[in-house]
């Protein structure tokens, strides 16, 4: 065929007589022709059939690749994207607030950001900051202003918001009886006309910008001093500014696109969101020379308390010798704002779905989370467990470092702790001496991973139980005669004036005075001597040399120790088996120490300090180093007060409820 | 005149189809070269330029990670058996200059590395400088596994594959974890609903498929190509460690969904009992896997895993199956001197053996011997007083690995057939008395040992 399209083109004229000659002749030749024209269509559609297949096949392969990618690559759970917000171009927020007696509640475009009618709960001032550009909620806070005090808290966390912040507040119940006139002058500050006056049962609702407009004001007069004011409902609209205007001009680093994310979401963390002057979120303490305990993980455990859990992991991250890589937040529920601080710091967090209630709650979540930092950390020999309402002492991995070898080798150890029950201000001197005793305190303390494995965990108390773990784990049972190495002076402090266990006349009676050390990389002494068999001759070499006090004094008044110091001194107490802890008990609530339950004790010995000497009480005849007892003493007995029997035995039940 | 017009018609709508029917052809060729081939394109001119674009690219990723101080290892199946022919000169001349570019030029899609998590934490800068450098990447994250236990926890999600892709190639950076039992865990790569499909050809890719354990690698720095890389130090065994990886995780789910319904014994005596089991078959395991004999978990221990991810507290022994073929005369030995004495041995090589040792406190470990058939597997059992065979008949299977209480252990892939082949349909329900000989509902009766055979085939210390 090439050929005979060749002579067509090429060859038309010059031959033109052969040409016509051949022309006609094909003519004449009909079937040739046909036979051509056929070949002709027959290469078309041959054409058209390898376009179609390979129409075909392209599509075929292409949904192919799709489907098996489809089947071995795709997350095999539905991954239903978390429903996101849509973004509203909305430039307009319309806010409900709703103030009575027994029910608040804030509406912000129809969702419902606070609603409170518990009964008995939720008195007083409601506060909640919203982002002036995003609307999201940052901070939602009650201050129950008809008790002391709490005024005093609602004016530092209003000082502490953002200029141009939208703050709504209502009140439920009743909100002025303790709200003095610096709070009302703040409130007034904020652009509130009846601040200054609100009285008795008064309902209030009011929304404004910090240092700008007030977009809304209600108020209800309490007829009479029986009555409440009538319900108040505010409705009113907000004006949002742009993103650029909401946010601070930091520049732009990791560190601060953390802060940025913090900032834009949670309100109440004062000068870490401040324009100007941020404080850091990051410290670099200094490193410890040959740390033991870098690569030991760290576990952090934490409910909804953000604030607290913020303070203490500013001090744990600026503790020297800190490793962040194995810092681990465990969260006990799907709260937002904790997980918000823990990012802040850049450490990882973990939640966990509650199971059970209260004690028991806290229990499991202890379980989990101890359980999971195994997991992560295979190779951890030891854990330490930090509670979010705990102080780091700046030689917190350092009274480690220096100790952990001890949690190793000695079987005879059930935990290292850096809390001493019985160090308070005026009970606790050198930084640089430990302890062995026969209680677990808790509040910061390393936990060996064989321990944990092979004991505790298979039978960890149930979600049924309620039961304290720590109780739990101070059982005989679960102690079997091991013992806790202490500090002299606490490296944590117990700040939490909230929880579980906890209110605030508790925690001023026995934790506000506790010691606790500030000065850093503190050499401890004679570590080696901690040991079972080591600690007992420190003992008797200690009671050797001490001066044996004179016991027809008082030993609750000043002047039964004498006013030296750096002295060795020992009283005797009755104490007649080993259970027997009623002088005990007195004297250590006229020394104004922890006197809920037994602490610090170790074979019927107690040691602290007083007036900056060695004290130390030994229970005879219970105690094995009642022989050290001159014969001429008689040892000391303390009755407690018959009438407040009743009284002793329910604050007793309380402590063993806390902690 | 009109004649000649159709004819000139004619052949010009000849002469257009064909060429583009040419045209469809060469296009279909160069389609088909594609599919069957490399993905991009093969055309000849440009191979050497493609092969120094693997190499390039894999260079500037490795200058990407030693600027962050991040160390990876090579796991790219086709380099490392490439390298694996080479290795004695390989490891020889570590500084050698090679003139050509044999390993990393090498027609390939991808490059495959390792990262252990732990030696990393830091990814911002990276991905960031990676952006500088040119290179496109992708990250897939998902849930942690070593959270997955019995409690409901839930962390950030961790990242488990990253891809980054420059020009026409891409480098696989497969994230390892540690978990406890000893062992390296990496994830399955599962694209999101959101995720770029066609980022890369995902489903030729070596790792991601299924979840994988590896025992933690030796590694050798090595220079090939005049690029210098660790790799593990013996690159057929990791390879040979690669093709039987696939890992698959407890149940987790289903396991607290049954204990709802059962609740767990927490007594004294079931607890003791999972702390001798667990340490019995962590010393069994310690002692297989040193004489270098492949176990798996069988009957009941292997239901527990299954089904609550935990040793049943009324089992009363550990059970472990081997392929016969695995089995060597030194086990016995071996297991006398771990301090298991032998308790009784029922069978014998050719025939439904079964060994059974007695660990500390009362607790037995059974190990049963696996006989492949060519549609089946069974193995056997014997019943001492009479002599009477037994035979329990299994679907066939493959191992995978798993993690049980703390170790690295295999259990068949297909642990449902298994299972449901040992305990029949109703294995979610537990049963406390259990009759080896009656109860299974895969057992079947197999005759009786003749009596001469007796003191061969059934031999009780």
Redesign the interface.
């Given at each position: 065929?090439d050929e005979w399209?060749a002579n067509?083109v090429i060859k038309p004229h010059k031959k033109r007589s052969w040409y016509l000659a051949w022309k006609y002749k094909l003519?004449n030749q009909r079937a040739l022709r046909k036979l051509?024209?056929t070949?002709?269509v027959l290469?078309?559609l041959?054409?058209v059939i390898?376009?179609i297949k390979?129409i075909l096949?392209?599509r075929r392969?292409a949904y192919e690749?799709?489907e098996?990618?489809a089947q071995?690559?795709?997350?095999?759970m539905l991954?239903v994207?978390a429903p996101r917000h849509p973004v509203s171009n909305k430039k307009v927020l319309d806010v409900e607030v709703y103030s009575s007696r027994s029910k608040v509640y804030v509406a912000v475009d129809g969702t419902t950001v606070l609603e409170d009618e518990a009964r008995e709960q939720g008195r007083g001032i409601h506060v909640i900051v919203l982002n002036q550009a995003t609307g999201h909620v940052m901070a939602k806070r009650v201050f129950d202003t008809y008790s002391p005090h709490e005024d005093e808290a609602m004016v530092l966390f209003l000082n502490m918001v953002a200029r141009g912040r939208i703050l709504i507040f209502t009140i439920k119940d009743e909100g002025s009886f303790h709200l003095k006139d610096t709070a009302k002058n703040v409130l007034k500050s904020l652009g509130s006309q009846v601040a200054p006056f609100l009285s008795w049962r008064d309902m209030w609702t009011f929304v404004g910008k910090k240092g700008g407009e007030v977009y809304g004001e209600k108020h209800a007069k309490s007829p009479a001093l029986s009555t409440w004011g009538d319900p108040v409902l505010l409705k009113t609209e907000v004006h949002l500014t742009s993103v650029e205007d909401a946010e601070c001009h930091w520049p732009d680093t990791?560190l601060n696109r953390r802060r940025r994310r913090f900032c834009s979401k949670v309100e109440g963390y004062g000068s870490v969101c401040s324009c100007k002057d941020p404080t850091p979120i990051e410290f670099n303490p200094d490193p410890l020379k040959d740390n033991k305990v870098f690569d030991v993980p760290v576990a952090v455990i934490a409910g909804n308390r953000p604030n607290y859990l913020y303070r203490m992991l500013r001090s744990l991250l600026s503790a020297q010798g800190v490793n962040p890589?194995m810092i681990?937040v465990?969260i006990d529920g799907y709260y937002e704002e904790p997980m918000d601080v823990v990012e802040l710091f850049g450490l990882?967090?973990?939640?966990?779905?509650p199971?059970s209630i209260k004690n028991a709650r806290v229990s499991?979540h202890y379980?989990?989370s101890l359980?999971?930092t195994?997991?992560?950390f295979?190779?951890a020999k030891f854990a330490v467990v930090l509670e979010e309402d705990l102080d780091i002492s700046v030689d917190f991995f350092s009274f480690l470092s220096q100790s952990i070898h001890l949690l190793e080798e000695d079987e005879s150890l059930y935990c290292i702790s850096a809390w001493n029950d019985q160090g308070y201000e005026h009970t606790a001197e050198d930084p640089s001496l430990l302890y062995r005793v026969e209680t677990m305190p808790g509040l910061g303390w390393v936990l060996r991973k064989s321990l944990y494995?092979?004991e505790l965990e298979?039978?960890w108390p149930?979600p049924e139980k309620l039961w304290d773990w720590d109780m739990w784990m101070r059982m005989p049972e679960q102690r079997k005669g091991r013992e806790c190495i202490i500090p002299d002076i606490s490296r944590s402090y117990h700040f939490g004036i909230v929880g579980l266990n906890m209110n605030g006349y508790f925690h001023e009676a026995y934790f506000k005075k506790h010691k606790f050390n500030t000065v850093p990389n503190v050499q401890l002494k004679n570590v080696e001597s901690l040991r079972k068999d080591a600690y007992e001759t420190e003992i008797h070499r200690l009671l050797g040399e001490a001066e044996v006090l004179d016991h027809s004094k008082n030993p609750c008044e000043d002047s039964f120790v004498p006013d030296t110091e750096g002295k060795v001194y020992v009283m005797f107490i009755k104490m007649e088996q080993e259970a027997d802890f009623t002088t005990w008990t007195q004297l250590a609530k006229c020394l104004h120490i922890w006197d809920l339950d037994v602490r610090g004790n170790h074979k019927g010995l107690w040691r602290l300090f007083r007036k900056k000497n060695h004290f130390l009480v030994v229970g005879v005849p219970a105690s094995p180093y009642s022989s050290k007892k001159p014969s001429s003493v008689t040892p000391i007995y303390m009755e407690p007060p018959a009438k407040e029997e009743g009284a002793v035995a329910v604050p007793a039940v309380a402590a063993a409820e806390q902690t | 005149m009109q004649k000649v017009n159709k004819n000139a018609v004619l052949a010009l709508l000849t002469l257009s189809s064909l060429v583009f029917l040419l045209f469809q052809l060469y296009y279909y060729r160069s389609y088909l070269a594609q599919k069957n081939g490399a993905v991009f394109s093969k055309v000849r001119g440009s191979q050497l330029g493609q092969d120094s674009t693997r190499w390039h690219v894999v260079k500037k990723f490795l200058g990407l990670i030693s600027s962050h101080n991040i160390p990876v290892y090579l796991i790219d199946p086709l380099i490392l058996g490439l390298v694996d022919k080479d290795i004695e000169q390989i490891r020889s001349s570590s500084d050698g200059t090679s003139p050509e570019c044999k390993y990393f030029c090498a027609p390939r899609d991808f490059t495959t590395f390792a990262l252990l998590d732990k030696a990393w934490k830091h990814e911002v800068g990276l991905l960031r400088t990676a952006e500088k450098m040119g290179f496109q990447w992708l990250k897939i994250l998902n849930k942690d596994p070593r959270l997955d236990g019995m409690d409901d926890l839930s962390g950030t999600e961790i990242p488990l594959h990253y891809i980054f892709k420059l020009a026409s190639h891409a480098i696989h950076l497969v994230v390892f974890y540690e978990r406890s039992g000893n062992y390296l865990w990496h994830g399955p790569l599962r694209l999101k609903q959101h995720m770029d499909r066609k980022f890369v050809p995902f489903r030729k890719l070596h790792f991601g498929r299924y979840p994988g354990a590896y025992e933690k690698p030796e590694l050798l720095l090595v220079s090939i190509d005049d690029l210098k890389v660790q790799i593990p130090k013996n690159p057929s065994s990791f390879l040979e460690e690669m093709s039987r990886s696939r890992f698959l995780e407890c149940r987790y789910r289903e396991a607290r969904a049954f204990f709802q319904l059962y609740p767990d014994d927490a007594s004294a005596d079931a607890v003791e009992f999972r702390k001798r089991a667990k340490s019995l078959l962590h010393l069994a395991a310690l002692t297989l896997n040193n004489l270098g004999v492949k176990f798996w978990l069988s009957s009941g221990t292997c239901l527990g895993w299954y089904r609550q991810c935990n040793v049943i507290p009324y089992s009363k022994d550990v059970d472990l199956g081997i392929f016969i073929r695995d089995y060597k005369a030194d086990i016995i030995p071996a297991f006398q001197k771990a301090g298991l004495p032998l308790k009784h041995k029922f069978g014998k090589v050719e025939d439904s053996l079964e060994l059974s040792f007695q660990g500390e406190g009362d607790v037995k470990l059974d190990i049963f011997f696996f006989y492949e058939e060519d549609d089946h597997i069974w193995n056997g059992g014997t019943q001492a007083k009479s002599g009477k065979k037994f035979k329990y008949l299994f679907p066939k299977f493959t191992l995978c690995w798993t993690e049980f209480v703390e170790l690295k252990v295999h259990v068949p892939c297909e642990t449902l057939q298994y299972v449901e082949a040992n305990y029949g349909p109703d294995w979610k329900v537990p049963v406390k008395t259990w009759d080896w000989k009656s109860s299974p509902s895969n057992v079947q009766y197999n005759g009786v040992w003749p009596v001469e055979e007796w003191d061969e085939v059934i031999q009780i210390y």
């Open positions: 065929m399209k067509l003519m051509c024209q070949g002709a290469f078309l041959v054409t390898v376009n390979l096949d392209t392969a690749e799709e098996e990618s071995d690559y795709d997350d095999e991954n994207e990791e890589q681990t465990f990882s967090g973990i939640q966990h779905t199971i499991q379980k989990a359980t999971a195994f997991n992560l295979p190779d494995k092979d298979p039978k149930t | -």
